[in-house]
């Protein structure tokens, strides 16, 4: 390959239809300059030496920014801006190949330019065919568009680009205007209309565009009689302020000379016949992550853009990984209007990138100091929307500002509540709202299943101070929160109807927290802040924003007195959403129950059954959490008596819910799983987010998993899998996180800790861990780390040390989970850290506490645990121990609990192997393995085997974790 670099002159290079002159930095196409960037043109360079070959990434980054460290992501970045300057990949042309993870290679043939052969650039005013002005900077994320709209050029003779101020429309017409200019023999002629000051003035303003002589007398038949004859394409740009002398000269040309086609620019419509329009939206900014890198950051355009400026404006800017968190959260407040990043990004210098950040929660005070040589309106974003708003008439100007008070979005029917006044009917508002949408003053989204609308930020921010200097801010701020507690109410009265109305304000959650806030600052209405946060509290429960809810209803709980609303229904469902909360969010077990006991008095005294029934079911969740079963089936048949006496169809199988559950913990497996069953005989509830509203989790989903447990105790392992492997399923398919970290938490990870499975166990709970954190899931936290605390023990085995164990056993008693977490799940591992004394002593309180509280699904388990106990004390009891695995089995027989039977057996039965006389005990091992229909490769059953085959009693590798959890 031939080396095309020399040690004292740069030799002048070609390929294709570009020329590149290394030492005027040019490059050139078919003789006329083409613009790039610095450093693209630095990395075109260094590819053109070595044609053909490979030049790794590492030569490029230290070529091309020499004294400084960036990250890849910035050369990806820059390669990407070269493709697209020479339109690599377009009309079959390839010029630069990706050696994936190395380097890239120039693979279009090159060629040295002899110094009398170099293309010189044409002089300044040589004559040329279009007035389009020489584009100085590139433009970014903006190709797939404008490669459309030329090619719609073909089948379309008007093409409007729309969008709101600082969105890129002259940027994206030019670009477009350049891709075709060869295409039109008259030429491409540019047209701004922003000096326009009068509509009569546009026809002159074509005219001298396209080279007429422009006379007072000249007519728009003379115009069109002019240009009938030629092929040429006219940019009208900036027609919103003309638009109606605009669109009738439009019209005409295009009747009259039928070569002729118009791209224009407008806010608005021309709506004129045969108008194919082009919305332009905003640039692609990254979603919120605290964690993104550089080189993710730079796939999105807006982050591109202001890379691109920050660096014009700053030379050593590059983007780090430590900076793109900051530089994306800077573009998504900015909507990903190129303007605005323009002017940010200038700033840079000044601010750096945190002050600039700062700064931007006023989305209107940094965005100053535009180019000089840029239009008045585009050198802040305020002159910006100043223009569009002095284009607008009195009642547009009012209905605008109003719609500020919306935070992320309104409905239709939300601005006519709201907006609406004695001088503004609600259809005048609506029929406002959709011409600020045609003018690009608001943004309609088309992605929602009703039509939505909202005020980009900084256009909110903008009409913000309108609002306030019109002395409108706190009456719309006091009718936005009416208004949004009139939706809430009518939504819980539709839930107790039976229809799901809180769907139709998901939508509306920022609305809601803005009217909260409101009601309980110093100058809002607490009577407002009590109702609208009692109303809500479904829709908090429904998307798992427990802490949120906490937090809501505790300040209004703080309020009620004020409010005057202390016993009222209000205060009926804040205790029971606090009781809830705290549960769930907190872990403060003591404060939920006293708030869910005030919520069933003031049930009692208001005579709701509805909402009697919804306590208990609330209290009912409390004393499952703690272990209370016997007070749980108290509330569930108190539940099953009220919900008797009710006409609501869904009561009855929400007690038979409570019921079923109960039953299970206290030991009555067969009951409880004629129950289960019973409930997942009936079709799904619809809507099922309605029960979800109600209760915080999907109940469906609990009674699949618990069912599970009830098959495994019931010696009925692989079904017991696969019934809580289709709950985890439900679960996911609904993407509530409450009901996924409970079927991770109490289905998968304690059927996996009951089947001895630590892999499995390890995998849920790992995974519940993450759930929990990110949705602040206190509850669910807890027993995860638990869990794993337990795990990590089991698989020590006999290697766990002391302090290992007592950590454990710690976090065991401070999660409070001893439901699900037995202690019999840690007890060899602390007895082989030599702290069987301690251990027994837990277990013990352990038993005394299931009697007490009737917390018998597992006794027969934790009776046979106390016996092994005994059996690695100093000085072993092995008849204490018999006496313990005894009573298991008879326990175990009695519940039908064939999976704590085998257990048990083979307890006994290893004693009595070591006492020498173990028929009996065989006999009873025999018995209990022959009741098993499935599961033989389960730890247990494969233990049990061994022993019945009479071979050597099996070690903790070959029983599968068997010995290590006893």
């Not at 005027?24 to 590819?47: C, K, M, Y």
């Not at 999105?300 to 014009?312: D, G, I, K, N, T």
């Amino acid at each position: 390959m031939t080396e095309l670099r020399t040690s004292a002159v740069e030799p002048a290079l070609s390929f294709d239809r570009f020329q590149i002159l290394p030492r005027q930095r040019l490059l050139l196409e078919t003789g006329r300059p083409v613009r790039i960037g610095s450093r693209a043109f630095d990395i075109l360079l260094a590819l053109l030496e070595r044609p053909g070959e490979r030049v790794g990434k590492a030569e490029l980054l230290a070529r091309v920014w020499p004294d400084t460290h960036v990250v890849e992501g910035n050369l990806k970045f820059q390669v990407a801006a070269l493709r697209r300057v020479l339109r690599d990949g377009q009309d079959g042309r390839r010029f630069i190949e990706t050696s994936q993870g190395q380097g890239y290679r120039f693979v279009a043939p090159v060629a040295v330019i002899e110094e009398g052969e170099r293309p010189v650039p044409p002089p300044v005013g040589a004559a040329r065919r279009h007035n389009l002005p020489e584009q100085l900077t590139p433009l970014v994320g903006r190709g797939e568009v404008v490669a459309k709209l030329a090619g719609q050029l073909s089948a379309h003779r008007l093409l409007t680009i729309v969008g709101p101020g600082g969105i890129g429309k002259t940027s994206v017409a030019l670009a477009v205007a350049e891709r075709v200019v060869d295409a039109y023999e008259d030429g491409v002629w540019v047209v701004d209309l922003a000096w326009t000051a009068d509509p009569d003035q546009v026809r002159g303003a074509v005219a001298a565009a396209v080279g007429l002589e422009v006379s007072p007398g000249l007519t728009t038949r003379d115009l069109v009689a002019a240009l009938r004859g030629r092929k040429m394409l006219l940019v009208l740009d900036n027609c919103m302020h003309v638009v109606d002398a605009a669109a009738e000269l439009v019209s005409a040309i295009l009747r009259g000379a039928p070569h002729v086609r118009v791209v224009a620019t407008s806010r608005e419509p021309l709506r004129t016949e045969g108008e194919r329009l082009c919305r332009l939206e905003p640039l692609q900014a990254p979603p919120p992550s605290p964690r993104i890198e550089a080189a993710e950051a730079l796939r999105y355009a807006s982050v591109q853009l202001f890379v691109e400026q920050a660096a014009a404006g700053l030379d050593a800017f590059e983007l780090t990984d430590g900076d793109a968190p900051l530089v994306a959260e800077i573009c998504r407040k900015l909507d990903g209007i190129p303007l605005a990043i323009g002017l940010a990004a200038a700033r840079v210098g000044l601010l750096g990138l945190r002050g600039l950040a700062a700064q931007l929660d006023d989305r209107l005070r940094p965005l100053t100091g535009g180019r000089r040589t840029a239009l008045p309106r585009h050198r802040t974003m305020r002159a910006a929307l100043d223009w569009s708003h002095d284009l607008l008439g009195p009642p547009e100007q009012t209905v605008f500002r109003r719609l500020a008070v919306f935070v992320d979005g309104f409905t239709l029917a939300a601005a006519a509540g709201v907006a609406a006044d004695e001088g503004h009917s609600g259809d005048e508002v609506v029929r406002l709202v959709l011409e600020l949408a045609e003018k690009s003053l608001v943004v309609a989204d088309l992605d929602s299943p009703g039509p939505r609308f909202r005020l980009l930020d900084t256009t909110r921010a903008y009409a913000l101070e309108k609002a306030r200097e019109g002395g409108e801010l706190a009456s719309l701020a006091r009718r936005h929160a009416a208004y949004f507690l009139e939706l809430v109410e009518a939504a819980a009265r539709e839930r107790e109807e039976g229809d799901d109305g809180y769907a139709a304000v998901e939508p509306d959650m920022d609305n809601l927290r803005a009217a909260l806030a409101w009601a309980f600052a110093p100058a809002g209405d607490p009577a407002i802040g009590v109702g609208l946060a009692a109303a809500a509290l479904p829709l908090w429960f429904s998307t798992s924003l427990l802490g949120e809810a906490l937090a809501w209803t505790e300040k209004a709980i703080q309020t009620l007195d004020e409010a005057g609303l202390r016993g009222s229904r209000q205060e009926m469902a804040l205790q029971t959403a606090l009781g809830i909360s705290l549960q769930m969010a907190r872990g403060r077990t003591s404060e939920a129950h006293a708030a869910l006991n005030r919520a069933l008095a003031l049930a009692e005294r208001h005579r709701d059954a509805d909402f009697r029934l919804h306590v208990l079911h609330t209290l009912w969740v409390y004393h499952m959490r703690v272990g209370g079963v016997r007070t749980a089936l108290d509330h569930a048949h108190k539940a099953e008596a009220i919900a008797a006496s009710m006409a609501d169809p869904v009561a009855p199988g929400t007690a038979e819910w409570m019921l079923g559950i109960a039953m299970h913990f206290a030991g009555e497996h067969q009951a409880a799983r004629s129950r289960l069953e019973h409930l997942l005989l009936a079709p799904p509830p619809r809507p099922r987010r309605r029960q979800i509203r109600r209760a915080g989790f999907d109940p469906r989903v609990t009674t699949r998993y618990v069912l599970g447990h009830v098959l495994w105790v019931q010696g009925h392992p692989d079904q017991a899998a696969e019934a809580v492997r289709i709950a985890v399923e439900e679960a996911r398919r609904l993407q509530h996180p409450v009901t996924l970290c409970s079927v991770l938490a109490w289905g998968a990870c304690a059927l996996a800790l009951l089947a001895r499975d630590l892999d499995e166990a390890w995998r849920s709970a790992t995974e519940l861990v993450h759930h929990a954190e990110k949705h602040a899931l206190a509850d669910h936290l807890s027993y995860g780390l638990a869990a794993l605390e337990i795990i990590s023990l089991q698989k020590a085995g006999p290697e766990a040390d002391v302090e290992q164990v007592r950590a454990a056993l710690e976090r065991w008693r401070a999660s409070q989970w001893h439901v699900f977490l037995s202690v019999g799940d840690f007890a060899e591992a602390a007895a082989a850290a030599g702290l069987a004394g301690e251990i027994s002593t837990v277990v013990d309180e352990a038993l005394q506490r299931a009697e007490r509280d009737q917390e018998l699904w597992a006794y027969p388990e934790m009776l046979r645990v106390r016996g092994e106990l005994l059996l690695r004390q100093d000085v072993p009891d092995p008849r204490g121990a018999r006496r313990y695995f005894v009573r298991s089995l008879e326990r175990a027989r009695a519940q039908g609990a064939l999976a704590w039977r085998l257990r048990s057996a083979a307890s006994l039965h290893r004693l009595d192997l070591r006492q020498g006389d173990a028929r009996e005990s065989r006999e009873a091992l025999s018995r209990a393995y022959g009741r098993f229909g499935e599961g033989s490769d389960t730890p247990d059953l494969r233990a049990a085997k061994q022993l019945l085959v009479g071979r050597r009693e099996p070690g903790p590798a070959e029983r599968g974790g068997a010995a290590r959890a006893l």
